[in-house]
């Protein structure tokens, strides 16, 4: 007798513990009837009636990842791979839908974004389809979003992750990239070296115009004191003819003076006549004693009418 009821009891175990199952966190459960729809169960311990109800499938309720390499042509007629990044998860309250709507969700969605992506990048330049990333995963998000909520579906996020040109357009780019950058650099020296040449210029003629002042204040200084060397020797009775003759001697002697001063000095009299440089003194000299005996005579002539 005992040994009938070991498998009665063994069997009604197993129906109990069949009555119950586990729906992980952030997760739905399916469970049918005879086949039929029965009902949705959410995370925590739940009961099923043995035998009659099974959980015909599980959803995850978290935020899932689809990542989509499409190959297209831009405007330019050039051919680039773009990795497309789809984050997309389950609706809690539309879990029905995605379960029995849609067998399989990811490739519905890898076609929404092949046909957004290349209706969107052949309108534009490759330049372009770099600028505008954001405008293209916009475009997949929008459309993605009308066709996916009817399934159960909400996209979360599309984001263009990379964009890949061929090798030889990347090639192509990074030559035109060095070229405008040596051009830049360039037009940066040749600046630079223009301003160098203006500053120096412009340094070169502040400089000349400072000299030029210095000799015409040299010359005027020069001029005001022959003037007043002129005055000093009028008043001890020396006319202005002689104070001239008398002026021209002194600096004769003292160009003398300077350039003998000097040990690595040359000095070159001209014309080339041994009898040159002292015919010239002895013009000077006579012209000083011409004009002297001129002065003496011009102040006899006075005397002489006063009396």
């Given at each position: 007798?005992?040994?009938?009821?070991?498998?009665?009891?063994?069997?009604?175990?197993?129906?109990?513990?069949?009555?119950?199952?586990?729906?992980?966190?952030?997760?739905?459960?399916?469970?049918?009837?005879?086949?039929?729809?029965?009902?949705?169960?959410?995370?925590?311990?739940?009961?099923?009636?043995?035998?009659?109800?099974?959980?015909?499938?599980?959803?995850?309720?978290?935020?899932?990842?689809?990542?989509?390499?499409?190959?297209?042509?831009?405007?330019?007629?050039?051919?680039?791979?773009?990795?497309?990044?789809?984050?997309?998860?389950?609706?809690?309250?539309?879990?029905?839908?995605?379960?029995?709507?849609?067998?399989?969700?990811?490739?519905?969605?890898?076609?929404?974004?092949?046909?957004?992506?290349?209706?969107?990048?052949?309108?534009?330049?490759?330049?372009?389809?770099?600028?505008?990333?954001?405008?293209?995963?916009?475009?997949?998000?929008?459309?993605?979003?009308?066709?996916?909520?009817?399934?159960?579906?909400?996209?979360?996020?599309?984001?263009?992750?990379?964009?890949?040109?061929?090798?030889?357009?990347?090639?192509?780019?990074?030559?035109?990239?060095?070229?405008?950058?040596?051009?830049?650099?360039?037009?940066?020296?040749?600046?630079?070296?223009?301003?160098?040449?203006v500053e120096k210029a412009k340094a070169e003629a502040e400089s000349k115009?400072?000299?030029?002042?210095?000799?015409?204040?040299?010359?005027?200084?020069?001029?005001?004191?022959?003037?007043?060397?002129?005055?000093?020797?009028?008043?001890?009775?020396?006319?202005?003819?002689?104070?001239?003759?008398?002026?021209?001697?002194?600096?004769?002697?003292?160009?003398?003076?300077?350039?003998?001063?000097?040990?690595?000095?040359?000095?070159?009299?001209?014309?080339?006549?041994?009898?040159?440089?002292?015919?010239?003194?002895?013009?000077?000299?006579?012209?000083?004693?011409?004009?002297?005996?001129?002065?003496?005579?011009?102040?006899?002539?006075?005397?002489?009418?006063?009396?």
């Amino acid at each position: 007798m005992s040994f009938f009821y070991i498998p009665f009891y063994f069997l009604a175990a197993l129906i109990v513990f069949a009555a119950f199952f586990i729906v992980k966190q952030q997760s739905a459960a399916v469970v049918e009837r005879f086949g039929k729809f029965q009902s949705i169960r959410h995370s925590g311990l739940q009961l099923k009636i043995p035998l009659i109800d099974r959980v015909a499938g599980r959803l995850s309720l978290k935020i899932q990842q689809l990542d989509v390499i499409v190959e297209t042509k831009t405007l330019d007629d050039v051919f680039v791979r773009l990795k497309v990044s789809v984050q997309y998860k389950v609706i809690r309250e539309k879990v029905y839908e995605a379960f029995y709507k849609l067998d399989y969700p990811q490739d519905q969605i890898t076609s929404y974004v092949f046909d957004v992506v290349r209706a969107e990048v052949p309108k534009m330049k490759l330049d372009d389809v770099f600028v505008k990333k954001d405008d293209i995963a916009i475009a997949v998000k929008t459309e993605l979003n009308e066709a996916m909520m009817e399934y159960g579906y909400d996209i979360i996020k599309t984001l263009v992750t990379d964009i890949d040109p061929d090798e030889q357009v990347k090639q192509a780019m990074n030559r035109i990239n060095a070229s405008e950058r040596e051009k830049i650099a360039a037009q940066f020296e040749g600046d630079a070296a223009r301003i160098l040449i203006v500053e120096k210029a412009k340094a070169e003629a502040e400089s000349k115009r400072l000299q030029g002042q210095g000799i015409a204040d040299q010359r005027r200084e020069i001029a005001r004191g022959l003037e007043e060397s002129v005055e000093v020797l009028n008043k001890v009775g020396i006319n202005s003819q002689e104070a001239s003759a008398l002026i021209v001697v002194t600096q004769h002697y003292d160009t003398l003076q300077s350039i003998g001063g000097e040990s690595n000095s040359n000095l070159i009299l001209l014309p080339n006549s041994p009898q040159a440089g002292s015919n010239m003194l002895n013009d000077m000299v006579a012209s000083f004693t011409a004009s002297n005996q001129i002065g003496e005579a011009m102040k006899n002539q006075k005397s002489k009418k006063g009396e």
